[in-house]
């Protein structure tokens, strides 16, 4: 009797984990299927996406774009002309980790260099006023987002997908500003470009939580808008370049 059971434990052993393993590899192919997802999302990011209104994005370029930023102390308003934007498409998975039991994606990018060059006319000041134009180039180098986003699949009756959470925490190593005439003195120049490098990547890495507070509370609700009432079906084809509106 005792060996009957001592044998019972083994076959059961030995199925349940048959059973963990397919279920593993089942977790893995679902990995692979993002992975090969993202992808094919940034060769159709060369093209974009006509049909939803969203434009080629490797690169983005915008023509014209008016800004204006204030504060009690200081201000700035102005244009930018010729704004493009590279490196969107340039990055690389360093983790995608399905969890089919807890509907959840963790998740690791790196952008070796997301960067920004534009033509430029401001006026500002902090109790003074200043009229500058130039070129401008930012370059974000070393860029990690890594997070997770917590799913619903609709299993219960429904096919329709939904995003119940998104985590997205930023961190970048190193921030390049060269902008033209912001002073009219080359040293004093490169040192006002290194203030916008230092200011620009406290502001990243230093408020780690609250720009992933606001991403979960702002694009969560507008990411299920979009979706509509699509399944995961529908979007893996909008994602390749496929499906319907």
Known sequence: MKSLFLLAIIVTASQGAQVVERFDAHQRSVSSIIVDTLEAMKVQMVDGWEQYGIPPLAPLKISHKDFNFGSDEMFAKGEFDDLEVNGLNEFEIKVMNANLITSRVTYELLFASLNVTTKYKANMGA?????????????????????????????????????????????????????????????LNRKLNEIVEEFINITINENTELVADWIDSTVTPICNDLIGDRSIKDLLDIINGGGSS
């Open 127 to 187: 109790g003074y006023q200043l009229t500058r134009d130039g070129g401008a180039f930012l370059a974000l180098e070393n860029l990690k987002v890594f997070g997770s986003i917590k799913y619903s699949t609709g299993l219960a009756g429904s096919k329709v997908f939904r995003i119940k959470e998104i985590q997205v925490n930023i961190v970048v190593d190193k921030v390049v500003s060269n902008i033209e005439n912001l002073s009219k003195y080359r040293i």
